[in-house]
T-cell receptor
Framework: DVKVTQSSRYLVKRTGEKVFLECVQDMDHENMFWYRQDPGLGLRLIYFSYDVKMKEKGDIPEGYSVSREKKERFSLILESASTNQTSMYLC??????????????????FGDGTRLSIL | AQSVTQLGSHVSVSEGALVLLRCNYSSSVPPYLFWYVQYPNQGLQLLLKYTSAATLVKGINGFEAEFKKSETSFHLTKPSAHMSDAAEYFCAVTSKTSYDKVIFGPGTSLSVIP
């Protein structure tokens, strides 16, 4: 089974702090994702990485950055935390979609999430 | 842009009753669709995915979903609800710009009444 591990389940930080959320996957997946989950809004993509050192902005990248120095690890960085970044953060990984037909819909595998509170 | 709507943010059913969770997508190209479930304090787990091999897709825990192109729908059903089915359910569709990314619906919270 694929395992996606997020370093913290709960985290409390103060406004203005630099915050690091870490995610590790053990299945050699090319793709990794960071989402935030807020009630009524579903999951919104913050950043996507399709290879080491490669990244792509998602729908809500403002106030965030990412780092992918190794294939198995994808870090989310809040440069200067603000209260509106209080949320549940979910990391996911997947195989690259390639080929045709069912090979194009590779499911994402999720970690258990980090509930981040910014005070 | 692709979008997913889920009718009903909260659905309550009695134990043993039929579960029906609705999902409609907008897509101008053949979509790839997923249903995920999220139990309290956990991440999302894949319930099932539409592969275009069959319009009726069977997933884990007795759930199934039917793809109806004419209605742009992919509703999730289970004949008999169990208490352990109480969770948040998300429908998702692959992004039009990249098969690697998906667009999630807002989710439906399912409660099961004993």
């Amino acid at each position: 089974d694929v395992k996606v591990t997020q370093s913290s389940r709960y985290l409390v930080k103060r406004t203005g702090e630099k915050v690091f959320l870490e995610c590790v996957q053990d299945m050699d997946h090319e793709n990794m994702f960071w989402y935030r989950q807020d009630p009524g809004l579903g999951l919104r993509l913050i950043y996507f990485s399709y290879d080491v050192k490669m990244k792509e902005k998602g729908d809500i990248p403002e106030g965030y950055s990412v780092s992918r120095e190794k294939k198995e690890r994808f870090s989310l960085i809040l440069e200067s935390a603000s209260t509106n970044q209080t949320s549940m953060y979910l990391c996911a990984s997947s195989l690259r979609a390639r080929g045709r037909g069912h090979q194009l819909n590779q499911p994402q595998h999720f970690g258990d999430g980090t509930r981040l509170s910014i005070l | 842009a692709q979008s997913v709507t889920q009718l009903g943010s909260h659905v309550s059913v009695s134990e043993g009753a039929l579960v029906l969770l609705r999902c409609n997508y907008s897509s101008s190209v053949p979509p790839y669709l997923f249903w995920y479930v999220q139990y309290p304090n956990q991440g999302l787990q894949l319930l099932l995915k539409y592969t275009s091999a069959a319009t009726l897709v069977k997933g884990i825990n007795g759930f199934e979903a039917e793809f109806k192109k004419s209605e742009t729908s992919f509703h999730l059903t289970k004949p008999s609800a169990h208490m352990s089915d109480a969770a948040e359910y998300f429908c998702a569709v692959t992004s039009k710009t990249s098969y690697d990314k998906v667009i999630f619906g807002p989710g439906t919270s399912l409660s099961v009444i004993p």
